[in-house]
């Protein structure tokens, strides 16, 4: 599939590039489907780019680089929407916060991340209802040797 | 818009499977319980219109950014 988008070009994406929300994103109802589009130069990030709206983009990163003490439990419901069953590898369930650029610094949202099942790539995102979690979490690299092992 | 007045107990039915069960009223607060199916989001409506907004300004924010020197600088004075 190609998608032409005024940041990235002409962007050639392979259906294992896909990912499908199953429910509407707050504020973009009209894009289900992104494909990820790797930010490369020596950085994790990625972006998830919007098939049906090509100029719209997101910057997204996995908590895990920047916050490995990000904790999940995830709710069944959402285990459902994803079709993750108990059977499954867990490995499969993948987390990526989205970013907002203020004041030239970089923030991510953990409290409402997007939830991907890697094996069937269906994606939400997920609304934590937790009052203790930060809508702009600033982002800053770990090193690599402080990592938590898990 | 349809105004509706329940009693603790009491519910209402939205469509075939949406059902808002009132289950307390205590001063100036009321708890509902709500059956929906799994593909229908419920939310409080002011985390929802924050996320909205948090949304848009996350797309909007990084339309004309590079974010590479930004991840760069935070590299160089990484998190021991």
Known sequence: MRIDSPRFGSVEATEDQLVQFERTIPGFPGCRRFAWVDHGRETPLRWLLSVEQPEVAFLTLEPDQFLPSYDVDLPEWLLGVLEWKPTDDWNSIAFFALLTSQDGELFANLVAPIVVNLRNRRAVQWIRDEPHLPLRHPVRPLDPEARDPF | ?80
């Open chain 2, 1 to 80: 818009m349809l105004v509706l007045t329940r009693k603790p107990g009491e519910s209402i039915r939205i469509g075939e499977d949406i059902s808002i069960r009132v289950i307390g009223v205590q001063r100036r607060q009321v708890r509902f319980a709500i059956d929906a199916p799994r593909e229908i989001p419920v939310h409080r409506e002011e985390i929802y219109e924050l996320i909205q907004k948090e949304n848009r300004e996350a797309a909007t924010s990084t339309t004309e950014l590079d974010p590479t020197p930004i991840w760069k600088r935070g590299n160089e004075g990484v998190t021991k």
